[in-house]
């Protein structure tokens, strides 16, 4: 009778079909959202076959897209109305091969799938989503989730694709063959959104047809188990014959975080049973795996043909170069050249124009308002401080908008294959490499991005590393001390541009060789394995790259408009404040009377080995908040320095800054050292609060702080020594 | 059996160009499972496109890449150069 456990046959009437101990619990004959509860649908899929796209359309929110597999890592709940106008719950997940999840961001699809996470509903519904260029691959998951028991709707996506791969898909086949809604579409173009709408519209879905039995070797394995689960372990009948089967393939469901552990008895069947396979030698996974393929096999002979067979397509012609172990390099250095040099020339303009609006501001200010702190706290508070900050608007949507070229055409996961090399010289393997090239953006996206990776140590070096790159916060620190150190507009872009890419090869390396000490002491583990699936290339969706675009300069904006404009609300306060006795005293003599001057003195100690006084000192407390910060705050300490009548650009007032005995504070070394500075330590509250949740504890991103700024500290203390040493 | 014997080698060591047939998959089980998952398990023909120490490949239409480790772990017969 075991091998009659199949999920049930909605062909006929009856439950004749099912095992007695299924039809016995009252297992609705067809799944109706219950009228009262707003139905919830998950959104499933292998990586990268377009289920955030559908989800987009579907709901009309923003979530990112991109071409390369993991670009989702978490669930996102969205909302759709029905053709009725009902809401509709949608669950986007992260993409999955199997719910045999063997990386964090599978273990999310497989928890919400299986109603394991408390913060989520459990889906009633199942959206499949597949890649029709890779149906059978596609359906090996689909296959899975049939088990699961709940109403399916597959969507066929990418058809544009798979007729130009000359595949032809017969959909209506399909759908008589599994007995499930079949929709083909293409999420890209829209095609298929508002056919996927009506199908969730309905009040009844049918329960996949697809029979599929159990192999004879498993299959009193199975029964057991299922049985033990649903009496024991209070699972529903379906559920627990999925959960059964998952048991046995996947030894890292059992000890899930945050799920209830299993019963004694499940847990005792299951070791029984592993021993016993142990002693014979059954490799039961595989011929799990093997009798599922079969079937979809047969499955895919009868629905698809291929029209012609192809020859290498366009993406293979392209790889011979982006991929190949030289020409691969040289592209690859040139889209970084060409990334840096066009931060310093095509930034030039917007950046003026934002300059010297915000300078127009303070003047208007100044001219309208009568002298007097409070004009003081707009011009050098609010206004040196939010725009010395928002004039670096036009380099970071540059960054984005190149790295989002990156993302969308697909040649993120071609950096990863260029980039496994390398990489396995630390013992990290090139998938890696993504989540720290998207540190380049912004760490918190980059470190989210390491729940691909499968090895839980190479995770935890990766997330310790990934902000050694440079992110896009540093630009502005970079940037300002760039034009410190540079006076003038003659110097050609190519030398500033050259600077910065030292800095970001700085990080880089540093990355590269932290991860190397970790992984070889702290982290120690066996050298991972990898399979990266490599996406077509796809032309950039240039609509998703300014959306993201205009999503990080708002949140830029957002930032320079609360936490950068308090910070500098406070800072210009206790730069002004206590007012020196006599009120004729120097900018100077004030500032260095004043709360913020009393406190930067207390911690010159500490870094004046390495060229830095307090004022700078200053400018690295605050920006333990967001290393931007530092831009902001110098704008105020030498903006409130500079006196009443002044709102010239902060650079020229920090080269006008010196020592006590007369000595220019922004030496060409100093700024340097300040810049090397900022690639090291780690001045991210942001971060920091992301690396708790990600590592679930406070001891990594403690551990990042303290080595992260301990290397700053090293680093420039050795290089403004030796600077000083060699006359500089 | 065949007359003449088929080499069987590592996925690594298959020339690029040429297509081979997956025999037996060694490494750990974790890996054995998402490979046999991914439709790359015994019996799929795999081509290699390129590479030395990363192995591009390409299985049912799809490009995956492969690390040397992986590769090494996946061992195929050698097809005739025709058999396509
Ligand atoms: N040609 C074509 N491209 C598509 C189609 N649907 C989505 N795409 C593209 O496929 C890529 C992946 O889309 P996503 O929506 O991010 O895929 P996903 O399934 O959410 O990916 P993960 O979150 O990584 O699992 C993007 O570049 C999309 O623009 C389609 O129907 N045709
Ligand atoms: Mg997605």
Known sequence: MAANVRPPDPGADGRGDLPPHIAAASLPRRASPASERTPVYAMVGNPNCGKTTLFNALTGLRQKVGNYPGVTVEKKIGEAYSQHGRPMKIIDLPGAYSLAARSPDEAVTRDVLLGRRADTPQPDRVICVLDATNLERSLYFVHQIFDLGRPVIVVLNMMDLAQRAGIEIDARELEARLGVPVIAGEAVHGRGVVELRLAMSRAELPLPRHRWDVPAPIAPAVAELQASLSEGDGRPPLVARAEALLLLTDFDTVRVAGSTPLSARTTGILDAWRQRWAGQGTDWSGTLIKSRYDSIHRLCHDVTRRTRTQGPSLSDRVDAILIHSVWGWLVFATIMALLFFSIFTLAEYPMNWIDSQVAALGDWVKSTMSAGDLRDLFTDGVIAGVGGIVVFLPQILILFFFVGLLESTGYMARAAFLMDRPMSRVGLHGKSFIPLLGSYACAIPGIMATRTIEDAKDRLVTILVAPLMSCSARLPVYLLMIATLLPGDALPAGTKAGIMLLMYFLGTAGAFGFAWLFKRTLLRSSPPLMILELPPYQPPRFKDILRHMVERAWLFLKNAGTIILAISIVLWFLTTYPKHPDPAASPDVQIAHSFAGQAGKVIEPLIKPLGFDWRIGIGLITSFAAREVFVSSMGVIFGVQAGDDNTAPIRDAMRAAVWPDGAPLFTPLVCLVLMVYYVFAMQCMSTIAIVKRETNSWRWPLFQIAYMTGTAWLVCFAAYQAGRALGF | ?84
């Open chain 2, 1 to 84: 059996m065949s007359s003449a014997p088929i080499p069987l080698s590592p996925l690594c060591q298959l020339p690029a160009g040429r297509t081979g047939r997956v025999t037996r998959l060694t490494g750990d089980e974790g890996f054995c499972q998402r490979i046999r998952e991914m439709g790359f398990g015994e019996a799929a023909l795999v081509t290699k496109i390129s590479g030395s120490s990363t192995s591009l490949c390409l299985v049912n239409g799809m490009r995956i890449a492969l690390n040397h480790g992986a590769a090494m772990s996946i061992l195929v017969e050698h097809l005739p150069a025709a058999a396509r």
